[in-house]
């Protein structure tokens, strides 16, 4: 008996908690964060949250930090990096303290962004000097802007691939598993490395989306069709990742597979090739440097595909920077973003392509100027629905799972067919298609 | 625990006054009254925050849609739980445990096994059971790093397998059968140690004049075993089996960080993390961990239903 009363004033209890704990509260809506005007009037303590976790160790951001006070004496800048910067964000918005300025996380809906961020303008006005406008805007507002551009692409060993007797970048996928067999017959490196084991490097082939047909419109169909119909962007690009695995030119075992080597490896030429995106050139050639062998032997090139005899590369913006709704200081935290998207030199020191229109390429992007490479922006007005579907859906393109099912599923781990695997997925995502329309 | 801090927090008034003095003022009588309630704030305002607060939490999350984060949230009823029913796919999952469960036999065996020996005198007893015990105290994120080289194309268990000629080139967490077996053998490796000290304390607790009388009407090892041990550790056996049951059907940390769920061996909870954070279905997640939660709960209940826990008496 008397252990029923506590059970049921412990329940009590909670359930008082709990109507505190899930109160929705009354967010402000609709806020923003105008550019100051003068920056020596500006002031206040602003705290910026990173997943950059190696650039505040090692002083890079506080450097940033005190070239930015030669322009605003009066702010203050204090860095927070998290080590899982998507799952710790996501609890800390569920309180009003994440942060002055943030990276904006997948998880936030995109309808969600007035109730979290301040806005940075309009997109009319911005749009004329930044490119990504729309994957952050509103309702003709936008609430985020990438430091820096991203695009997908094979990073790959040069000297191994001209070794093999490839001098020429591979126009379709059967040349492209052509060449992979030349380096597995002619040298001794791994072809192809999938990084199966830590899972995230396989989500690097979603950005294939709009890099196939050259395609500003991928996204948009994305949600409207099946992405593993044949010939669809998704679906050439997994096909491509199977039949790697299947032809044994990736790593004999997959299930064991080691990021942080994989990059020494590369650059050593122990391993010929991976799909991944620009953001991984410097890293790629800082493990060269650490290795002690030639950086300049570090190759990018594009998805195996042509359209009107060239190659296309579609960029995307890395996280979005925000205000965060309930800072104090929008003004400073506004500044901050501005001068780290334009003069910080974020973007030089990562060999990144830079956000804003019409720079130039960064230096090793020179080959992709010389061979003619078309660089498209995705239009993102389906982005939110595509995200909607997936997560419906339960496929996960921004996840590992569904890839390494397939690799398993190339090496003979799992029973099926290709076919099969890839009907499933697009049934599964226009079953979800049919719900997230409302 | 609870049983008795009531009764001596309410001394029920039909029973006789305890024995203090019957003279003490109201106050004081209050007071004492109330001291053992004081102690108990503590615990208690603990248990309440982190335990029960977060499930009554979880059970309201169960019954909406919430992603997570976004500030609205819909109730949809019983919903998830209609879904996590009717989706095959979700209880598949559940089929892993089975590898876990057959290694939890293993576990316990090897362990019995261990903890008789210790308990009697064997030369390097202690240094045995440090040995035996160390693995638990490990985090299991670094076991899993750990066991991740162990199972390496060429890593330690290659190598060492090599020592005695034997060179397979079998990748150990390349198939759903190999790599579960693999994770499984990581988590017998693990959990050993601490299903071997609680049997050895249990088997310790046994008075030594009963091996001494059993020795003297001549009883081997067996029978001192069967009918001295065994009886007298049967309380913590339940227990041991209690909590490999719930273990196995909640494996984590041990795929979750050397394969991520991937080849097969997603288990139920590593679903329920992906669903929750990689698809940001909180709702339905939380169902499935009430779900989960009922489930042990009524496995638990079966096997305490067929196996009574009875008062065993050794004298």
Redesign the interface.
């Known amino acids: 008996m008397?252990?029923r009363t506590?059970l049921a004033t412990?329940?009590a209890?909670?359930?008082l908690?709990?109507a505190a704990?899930?109160g929705?509260?009354g967010?402000s809506k609709g806020a923003d964060a105008k550019a100051p005007d003068d920056p020596s009037k500006v002031s206040g303590t602003i705290t910026v949250l990173t997943q950059r976790t190696d650039l505040v160790q090692d002083g890079t951001m506080e450097k940033y930090a005190a070239e930015f006070n030669k322009t605003y004496p009066g702010v203050k800048v204090e860095f927070q990096a998290l080590t899982n910067y998507?799952?710790e964000v996501?609890i800390r918005?569920?309180t009003e303290n994440y942060g002055d300025v943030l990276m904006i996380p997948a998880?936030?809906?995109k309808a969600?962004y007035p109730?979290f961020f301040a806005s940075l303008g309009t997109v009319a006005e911005r749009s004329k000097k930044y490119r990504f406008t729309d994957f952050t805007a509103v309702d003709g507002k936008v609430y985020g802007q990438s430091p820096i551009g991203v695009m997908p692409g094979f990073v790959y060993n040069k000297r191994v691939w001209r070794e093999a007797g490839i001098t020429e970048w591979p126009t379709t996928p059967d040349e492209f598993l052509a060449g992979l067999k030349a380096i597995k017959d002619k040298t001794d490196a791994i072809p192809y490395y999938t990084n199966?084991?830590a899972?995230w490097p396989l989500t690097s082939w979603t950005y294939v989306n709009g890099s196939v047909h050259c395609d500003t419109q991928a996204t948009t169909k994305l949600a409207e069709g099946d992405p593993w119909a044949e010939g669809a962007e998704l679906g050439v690009g997994d096909t491509l990742l199977y039949e790697i695995v299947r032809r044994g030119l990736a790593e004999?075992?997959p299930?064991?597979t080691?990021w942080e080597e994989s990059k020494p490896r590369l650059a050593k030429g122990e391993i010929a090739t991976q799909w991944l995106g620009t953001w991984a050139i410097i890293q790629f050639q800082d493990a060269a440097r650490q290795a002690g062998v030639n950086p300049d032997d570090i190759g990018f090139m594009p998805f195996p595909a042509q359209a009107d005899g060239r190659f296309c590369a579609a960029l995307s913006p890395d996280y979005n920077q925000a205000v965060n709704i309930h800072s104090e200081h929008k003004e400073a935290a506004r500044a901050w973003i501005d001068w780290f998207t334009d003069k910080s030199g974020y973007v030089e020191d990562n060999l990144a392509l830079s956000p804003l229109q019409n720079a130039p390429l960064p230096e090793v992007l020179k080959p992709y100027e010389d061979a003619g490479v078309k660089l498209i922006e995705l239009d993102d007005a389906a982005g939110a629905q595509v995200k909607e579907i997936?997560?419906q859906s339960?496929v996960?393109i921004y996840?590992?799972?569904y890839r390494?099912?397939l690799v398993?599923l190339a090496?003979g781990?799992?029973q099926g067919s290709l076919d099969g695997f890839l009907d499933d997925l697009g049934e599964k995502w226009t079953a979800a298609q049919a719900n997230a329309g409302s | 625990m609870t049983d008795t801090t009531h009764k001596a927090a309410r001394p029920s008034p039909v029973a006789p006054p305890a024995p203090v003095p019957a003279k003490a003022p109201r106050g004081a009588r209050r007071w004492r009254g109330l001291t053992p309630w004081l102690f108990l704030l503590a615990p208690l305002a603990l248990l309440l925050v982190f335990t029960y607060a977060p499930i009554v939490n979880m059970v309201a999350y169960s019954f909406t849609d919430w992603d997570g984060v976004s500030p609205e949230l819909h109730y949809t009823g019983v919903g998830n739980y209609v879904e996590i029913f009717t989706r095959e796919d979700l209880f598949q999952v559940f089929f892993v445990s089975g590898y876990y469960l057959a290694a939890s036999v293993v576990q316990i065996a090897a362990a019995l096994y261990f903890a008789t020996i210790l308990g009697f005198n064997v030369r390097f007893r202690n240094f045995f059971k440090g040995v035996l015990f160390f693995p638990y105290l490990i985090n299991g994120v670094a076991i899993g790093f750990v066991f991740l080289y162990f199972f390496q194309d060429g890593g330690t268990l290659d190598s060492v397998l090599g020592l005695f000629g034997v060179h397979t080139d079998h990748a150990w967490l390349g198939t759903p059968t190999s790599a579960n077996t693999s994770l499984a053998g990581v988590s017998v490796w693990r959990y050993l140690g601490l299903n071997f000290v609680l049997f050895l304390g249990a088997i310790q607790s046994i008075p030594s004049e009963l091996y001494e009388a059993a020795e003297l009407d001549g009883a081997n090892r067996w029978q001192q075993f069967r009918h001295i041990i065994a009886p007298g550790i049967k309380p913590v056996l339940t227990l041991t089996v209690i909590l490999s049951i719930s273990g196995s059907l909640s494996a984590f940390e041990i795929p979750y960080i050397m394969t991520g769920g991937a080849t097969g061996t997603e288990t139920f909870v590593i679903q329920t993390v992906k669903l929750a954070f990689q698809f940001n279905k909180t709702g339905l997640a939380s169902a499935a961990a009430v779900v989960l939660l009922l489930i042990i709960l009524a496995v638990t209940w079966v096997q305490r239903r067929l196996v009574p826990d009875e008062r065993v008496d050794l004298v």
């Open positions: 008397n252990r506590v412990a329940a209890t909670a359930a908690l709990l704990c899930t929705t509260g967010t998507e799952a996501k918005m569920n998880v936030i809906k969600d109730k199966f084991a899972g004999k075992d299930t064991t080691n997936d997560a339960e996960g996840a590992p799972d390494q099912d398993d090496r781990a799992r």
